[in-house]
């Protein structure tokens, strides 16, 4: 069941994204060659602190940190070390959810330590371009595969892959909710999308082929050819006059 926010829930939301945007504005400057990705987990929870957010993340199923640094081909829930140090030419990805007085937000972006390849400038600019035409499509009135479909052809647009195995899903109360967002798939098919619904949308893609298997430690998603990976994440409200992106540094409607 697809829950519709009201007015309250979405001012907590809009709140969460907007605090873990100011998070993400700052990220980039810890991200550098010689530091360890413990380390940057540890600055990121104590932003979350300092912010009043709640880690959505640690102590899930386990799960120890409040984040996911997922570099070169590890697609997502890479799990940050103190003994990973970051190196010239790496593609991270850093992904968060977080509540502010019990309500989420996630959010995901890629980042470059010093000379990184262009194909991972190619495959980061692709998957940005793939969530927001992905975005563009969570309006009243479409369904919700038409999210799917959007970013699927943009990706293959480019010779990319779209990873099958894990997907976007609703938000709100938990970190996960229904419906679950495929990155690819045919339009015209699934839920109406209605005001008040919110959704991370995340496109999961990769420059080979797109089958991933599950690392030893339980947690990191790697590319089976490994090939490099991006993953990029919004959480969108759908509202009457559109999409509303909650997690960007300035209220976007597209």
């Known amino acids: 069941m697809i829950t519709i926010k009201n007015s309250v829930v979405i001012r907590k939301m809009e709140q969460a994204g907007a605090l873990l ?83 989420h937000a996630d959010m995901a972006r890629a980042f470059f330590v010093g000379d990184v390849s262009q194909d991972a400038y190619t495959l980061a600019d692709v998957a940005q371009k793939a969530l927001d035409k992905g975005i563009e499509k969570a309006c009243p009135g479409n369904r919700l595969s038409d999210i799917s479909a959007a970013i699927q052809q943009e990706v293959e647009r480019h010779g990319f892959g779209v990873v099958r195995d894990f997907a ?51 947690w990191t998603v790697k590319t089976l050819d490994k090939s490099l990976a991006a993953h990029v994440e919004d959480t969108v409200l759908i509202t009457q006059q559109g999409p509303k992106i909650l997690t960007r540094s300035t209220t976007t409607t597209l």
């Open 21 to 103: 945007a100011d998070i993400f504005c700052d990220l980039k400057q810890q991200i550098k060659e010689g530091v360890a990705t413990g380390e940057i987990d540890r600055w990121i929870a104590q932003q979350l602190l300092l912010k009043n957010l709640i880690s959505a993340t640690k102590g899930y199923m386990g799960y120890q940190h409040v984040s996911c640094i997922s570099v070169n081909d590890e697609v997502v829930h890479g799990v940050p070390s103190f003994s990973r140090f970051l190196k010239n030419g790496d593609f991270i990805k850093v992904d968060i959810c977080a509540s502010w007085q019990g309500y």
């Open 168 to 218: 976007g899903h609703g938000i709100g109360k938990k970190m996960h909710e229904d419906p679950e967002i495929l990155n690819y798939g045919e339009s015209g098919r699934g839920p109406i999308l209605r005001p008040g619904m919110a959704f991370a949308i995340e496109p999961m893609i990769t420059k080979g082929h797109y089958e991933i298997f599950i690392a030893e430690d339980g």
